[in-house]
């Protein structure tokens, strides 16, 4: 069982920058798929970015240039660096750990999620 948590959720101006964080209890966490998923109102829960053991990285067309993924095995933490938000970047952010290495982009493909964080970007 894996336990995920996310913080470092707010509010910031369009043009800011934020930095999520999710932390894992699981002690094997490089053997897991760490993606970052994002839901707002109205709308479908949408892939953001994915990182693996390996620490190769893909992100969504909408956030390249502007969101970075790393991970820090030895906080058992991965980061989703975010700059340039814009008002559409407003959303619960979830992080969801899938076993093995291979880069999902389907949420059903994740087995365990956080409770999220929300992102809001006023314009």
């Known amino acids: 069982q894996v336990q995920l948590v996310e913080s470092g959720g707010g509010l910031v101006q369009a043009g800011g920058s934020l930095r999520l964080s999710c932390a894992a209890s699981?002690?094997?966490?490089?053997?897991?798929?760490i993606g970052w998923f994002r839901q707002a109102p109205g709308k479908e829960r949408e892939f953001v970015a994915g990182?693996?053991?390996?620490?190769?990285?893909y992100g969504a067309d909408s956030v390249k240039g502007r969101f970075t993924i790393s991970r820090d095995f030895a906080k058992n933490t991965v980061y989703l660096q975010m700059n340039s938000l814009k008002p559409e970047d407003t959303a619960v952010y979830y992080c969801?750990?899938?076993?093995?290495?291979?880069?999902?982009?389907?949420?059903?493909?994740?087995?365990?999620w956080g409770q999220g964080t929300q992102v809001t970007v006023s314009s």
């Open positions: 969801a750990a899938a076993y093995g290495t291979m880069l999902y982009l389907e949420a059903v493909e994740y087995r365990y």
């Open positions: 990182i693996n053991w390996s620490s190769t990285t």
């Open positions: 699981e002690r094997t966490f490089s053997n897991y798929v």
